[in-house]
């Protein structure tokens, strides 16, 4: 982490209101859209989302930066350049052990790898700007596409091999 990044991190780690985070619980949405899946079908779900190596993010990139060129437009003072729409390795891997039911995309990492020219003033307010005016329904759609997947047998062997490597633990 370079010198810029760690004073950054320690002027927004004081900020206990920031939150550069979004966020889709993916257990309520399933609730909500799949009422008749159960707790376990659920967490079936959770993880095939969550160790899903194609789940796609673009959407969700590509809307963040929508809400970084319409601040744009009503600040001059930001000026941006083109970058790259590669985001490999940007995500960790879950461990097995550890199911969440929160899929999570880092906006303020997102900005700060892609918008270099950003202060730390815009970087907070774009991240705000976003978490408020952001649209889940890619993601939900994904979620759908998964569970339809899950319904039709596509899992069934990825789901037994997990299955296998955790009674063998």
Avoid: W
């Avoid at 930001?78 to 929160?102: A, K, R």
């Amino acid at each position: 982490m370079g010198a810029a990044s760690e004073r950054r991190a320690l002027l927004l780690e004081a900020d206990d209101s920031y939150n550069p985070f979004l966020a889709v619980d993916v257990n309520e949405y399933l609730i909500g859209d799949f009422s008749t899946l159960t707790q376990k079908q659920r967490t079936s779900v959770i993880h095939l989302c969550q160790n899903d190596e194609d789940f796609d993010y673009s959407l969700i990139y590509e809307q963040i930066d929508d809400k970084v060129y319409e601040y744009a437009e009503t600040n001059s003072e930001v000026v941006l350049e083109q970058f790259s729409d590669t985001h490999e390795d940007e995500y960790e891997e879950v461990e097995e052990d550890n199911y969440e039911s929160l899929v999570y995309v880092d906006v303020q990492q997102h900005l700060q790898d892609n918008y270099e020219e950003m202060d730390d003033d815009e970087l907070a307010y774009m991240t705000d700007l976003i978490t408020y005016k952001f649209d889940y329904s890619s993601v939900y759609d994904q979620i759908d596409q998964i569970v339809s997947n899950y319904n039709d047998g596509q899992y069934d062997d990825e789901l037994e091999e997990n299955s296998e490597e955790q009674t063998s633990e």
